[in-house]
């Protein structure tokens, strides 16, 4: 924790622990100043090359095996502007079909376990460097995902995750810290799906605390959707 007091900035911008989480944060503040720039200056139709370049870049920090320049791994932001990017592209398109959302979706995790399995074979790859690799087939399987949502946008309505979503950005927000405060209980529990019933105890208290910090009228929007 001492880190956080003096490289509070650095450790935000470059996603290390122990807010590795919050990677996202500033990588969606750069997918939109670059999305933004693109608009501004008129060369949406160049968004697809961007789209590719992106992926490029962040593939050649992978294979460097390090951040490009002082520490600051753009790889990550890369992908973030790069489904950010996707995301401007379907909008304004005719809703997918069913069909074309699944098929998507199965194309994709099919073409990630391929990935997964010529690193693992042929490039023999370390499982780190498979863990931490962009898979292409996971982008695609993210799109199929997204794709699916527009093409059903009722789906689970009648069930309890629409309520529970509103409460998505404060749960990722704060699981960790839950997870610290509990650290020397779950070390100590020796039960049967220990994992389970931990991710299960972290997500409700999770979600409690986020109903608490939404009834603070100054953080409020910072941890829940607004219904």
């Not at 839950?178 to 049967?192: A, Q």
């Amino acid at each position: 924790m001492p880190l956080l007091a003096t490289q509070n900035i650095s450790i935000f911008l470059t996603g290390e622990h122990p807010v590795i989480h919050l990677w996202f944060l500033p990588a969606l503040m750069f997918s939109f100043a670059v999305l933004t720039l693109v608009a501004i200056c008129r060369v949406q139709r160049y968004l697809v090359l961007l789209v590719v370049s992106l992926y490029a870049l962040a593939l050649t920090e992978e294979i460097m095996g390090g951040p490009l320049i002082n520490n600051i791994h753009f790889g990550t932001w890369s992908i973030a502007t790069l489904l950010t990017a996707i995301g401007w592209l379907l909008v304004g398109r005719k809703q997918p079909s069913v069909a074309m959302a699944w098929s998507v979706i199965v194309g994709g995790y099919a073409l990630a376990l391929i990935e997964g399995t010529i690193m693992n074979t042929v490039v023999h790859s370390s499982r780190e460097a498979i863990k931490w690799h962009f898979f292409l087939g996971g982008i695609i399987l993210g799109l199929g995902i997204f794709l699916l949502a527009l093409a059903k946008p009722k789906l689970g309505e009648s069930t309890p995750f629409p309520f529970l979503a509103q409460f998505t950005l404060g749960v990722y927000v704060s699981h960790i810290l839950v997870m610290y405060t509990l650290n020397p209980i779950i070390w100590r529990l020796h039960v049967p799906l220990r994992g389970a019933l931990v991710g299960i105890v972290v997500y409700a208290l999770s979600i409690l605390l986020t109903i608490g910090l939404a009834r603070v009228p100054v953080v409020r929007y910072l941890v829940v959707r607004p219904a």
